[in-house]
């Protein structure tokens, strides 16, 4: 991409996102939403970020966003020199193929398949992937392997859908919710394998959560409210999962 006044300034390639008066608005009228009103916000490379407010606050929005899965009513939204807000689909495609990585809330395994088999479908079409083996092994689940969903706890099977989503090597993982169908126990785990991804592989990981004590084991942690930032807050001394209090 040429440089131009509307690209982002040198300075600011460290950064893997760049928001500037992001807006969403769903609807016309008196039926009108602003799931986002104007966010600005960067996010660098190798963070561990938590978004935090309560459910309509426009976390999913924005995360949707992020990943290419939506585009924006207004504003601008860049990953690196690339400007999402007016890519076209073949360049939002060729994006959420080889630079993000998806965790939901729920795991959305193929059942006649493996753990191994379930991560290799994404090692089939990815650029530069790790082995499945390698990718089960950081979260966890090298003895589970030839295990089919069926035969998984739900963390285990989430730890499936982690694996998955880091097998080709995303600069930026999102995840969201992705504890919110788990026990408390079984949701540390989750957010150990998560937080080992973040530290081992260098990935932008950003998670949306309704659990403020979640946001202990984030380098930054972003309040929404009414589609907007309310404030940004920096832990440069996270806690390790294993830390946390529940």
């Not at 689909?89 to 193929?97: A, N, P, S, V």
């Not at 919110?180 to 991804?197: H, Y």
Request: proline share 7%; glycine share 8%.
């Amino acid at each position: 991409m040429n440089p131009s006044p509307d690209n982002p300034p040198s300075a600011a390639r460290s950064l893997v996102f760049r928001a500037r008066g992001l807006t969403k608005v769903y609807g016309s009228g008196d039926a009108e939403v602003r799931a986002l009103a104007g966010v600005d916000l960067d996010l660098p490379a190798g963070e561990l970020v938590v978004l935090l407010g309560p459910s309509g606050s426009g976390k999913t929005t924005l995360l949707n966003q992020l990943g290419g899965l939506d585009n924006p009513t207004a504003g601008e939204l860049w990953y690196r020199d690339l400007d999402l807000t007016h890519a076209d689909e073949t360049q939002l495609t060729r994006y959420r193929r080889d630079s993000v990585g998806f965790i939901f809330q729920f795991y959305n395994l193929i059942p006649s398949l493996t753990a191994r088999e379930n991560v290799g479908l994404i090692t089939e079409i990815a650029r530069d992937p790790m082995a499945p083996e390698v990718a089960l092994e950081m979260v966890g689940l090298s003895p589970r392997l030839d295990h089919f969903p069926a035969q998984l706890s739900g963390g285990e099977q989430q730890r499936v859908a982690i694996a998955r989503a880091i097998a080709k090597r995303p600069e930026v993982l999102l995840c969201d919710e992705p504890t919110g169908a788990l026990d408390v126990r079984t949701g540390i785990v989750v957010l150990e394998a998560i937080e080992r991804v973040n530290r081992e592989l260098g990935t932008l990981t950003i998670v949306i959560t309704h659990n403020a004590v979640m946001a202990d084991m984030a380098d930054r942690v972003i309040h929404f409210s009414d589609g907007r930032v309310h404030d940004i807050r920096e832990n440069p001394s996270r806690a390790r999962p294993d830390s946390l209090k529940w």
